[in-house]
Structures are given as C-alpha cells and as structure tokens.
C-alpha cells in the first residue's frame, strides 16, 4: 500500500531554532513531492520537488529531495511564531493529479 | 488566480439527514477536482477524484453510495452526504486542477468545510 509517513508528528520549538522536518514514501509511480503548510483552512503551497538532490529555497524556508532514499526534508530557520502550523508532505502520481498526503507535522513556535 | 471556493463552511445537521458541499473554481475551469476529509489532527485522506461530465473515482474504503459527487460543470463540484451519522463528522475539503494544466503543478485547495452531526 502506498504511504507517505512524515516525521516527528509535533514539535515545540523557541523563535529563532532551526528545524527540520521529515518525510518518507513508498509509492508506486512517483511523480512528485509537495510540502504544504496549513494553519486553520485550505493548505498553502511551499514547494514541488522533483528531482533529487535540487535545493528548493524561499526565504527562510528550503527542501530537498533524494529519490534512491525515497525521502525529503524541510528546513526552517530562524523560526518564528508564524511559523506555527502543520506542515503536509505529499506525493503525486503520475498520469495526472492524485495526490495522497502524509499525518503532518505540527510545529508550534514559542515567542 | 486560481481561487477555489467551498461552501459551506461550516454546517450542522441532525442524524439522517443529507448535507450537499459545494466546490466551484472561481477563476478557471477544473476538469479535475479532489475530495479529501480530515479528522482533527489528522492528514488529508484521499475519498475521490471527480471528473467533469463522468463518474467519480473512489478511493478503497469510501462507500461511493453514501458519498455521492456530481461534477456537472467545469467549475463545481458537489460531495453529498447521505444520511449522515455522526461518524461522518469531520473536515472536508477540495482540491481543482486547472484544464489543461502542467502535471507539474500544485493542486488548489478550497477553504474546506466543517461538518458536525448530531
């Protein structure tokens, strides 16, 4: 069975940390993988990865994927409150759109 | 651009009865849109794939007759639930692609819709 599994499930972390979250699959016809931040409603699009070992950066936010480990990460620095969220890992398939996603991590910044 | 709209966005119904959830795509056509649901502090899980002017596709586990979508028009899609209990409480929410739009990109997620049976 495909699965997308991300970990750690929370984090609590103080303005200023860097942290790193982790996202493993297995999928069969693999495409792509996104990351997503979602506070109250509708997901938000960070990044679209598709080739390994390619940084996708955007302002203190960046993530990288390594397709032989099946694996990708997110990094943020300097966090800050606003940083509090789940942040969603997804994989895409091929021959179109389906996407499935992963438990999320929750990360609270503290102030 | 690429403004999806869910409504409502929050809605409560007793036992047995049926609540309709709409999805429109304000600024584009979608072919294509995803119905996910979300419990608290949960992913999103895939329920179904509705294609414009067909049948919807769903996912293993997600009882088609109970979850019923209509795709009618290039830019809303409607998730019914039928004789809802209250397991079926939960966060439900849609994605849209636009037509003819690059694999390549993100899907576009509607506010989403929070639905408590009682």
């Known amino acids: 069975e495909d699965k997308v599994v991300q970990s750690p499930l929370s984090l609590v972390v103080h303005e200023g940390d860097t942290v790193t979250l982790n996202c493993s699959y297995e999928?069969?016809?693999?495409?792509?993988l996104l990351w997503y931040k979602q506070e109250k409603k509708a997901p938000t699009f960070l990044f679209m990865l598709?080739?390994?070992?390619i940084e996708k950066k955007s302002g203190r936010l960046s993530s990288i994927l390594d397709k032989k480990e099946l694996f990708s990460i997110l990094n943020i620095t300097a966090t800050q409150t606003g940083d509090s969220a789940v942040y969603l890992c997804?994989?895409?398939?091929?021959?179109?759109?389906?996407?499935?996603f992963g438990a999320g991590t929750r990360l609270f910044v503290k102030a | 651009g690429a403004v999806v709209s869910q409504h409502p966005s929050r809605v409560i119904c007793k036992s047995g009865t049926s609540v309709k959830i709409e999805c429109r795509s304000l600024?584009?056509?979608?072919?294509?849109m995803f119905w996910y649901r979300q419990f608290p502090k949960q992913s999103l899980m895939l329920m179904a794939t509705?294609?414009?002017?067909?049948?919807?596709?769903?996912e293993q586990g997600v009882e088609k007759d109970k979850f019923l979508i209509n795709h009618a028009s290039l830019t809303l899609s409607t998730l019914t639930v039928t004789s809802a209990h209250p397991e079926d409480s939960s966060f439900y929410i849609c994605?849209?692609?636009?037509?003819?739009?690059?694999?390549?990109?993100?899907?576009?997620f509607g506010n989403g819709t929070r639905l408590t049976v009682t």
């Open positions: 997804a994989v895409a398939y091929t021959g179109g759109f389906k996407t499935i």
């Open positions: 999928v069969t016809n693999f495409r792509s």
């Open positions: 994605s849209a692609t636009k037509s003819g739009q690059n694999f390549n990109s993100p899907l576009h």
């Open positions: 600024d584009f056509q979608a072919t294509t």
């Open positions: 509705s294609n414009e002017g067909s049948k919807a596709t769903y």
């Open positions: 598709t080739s390994s070992g």
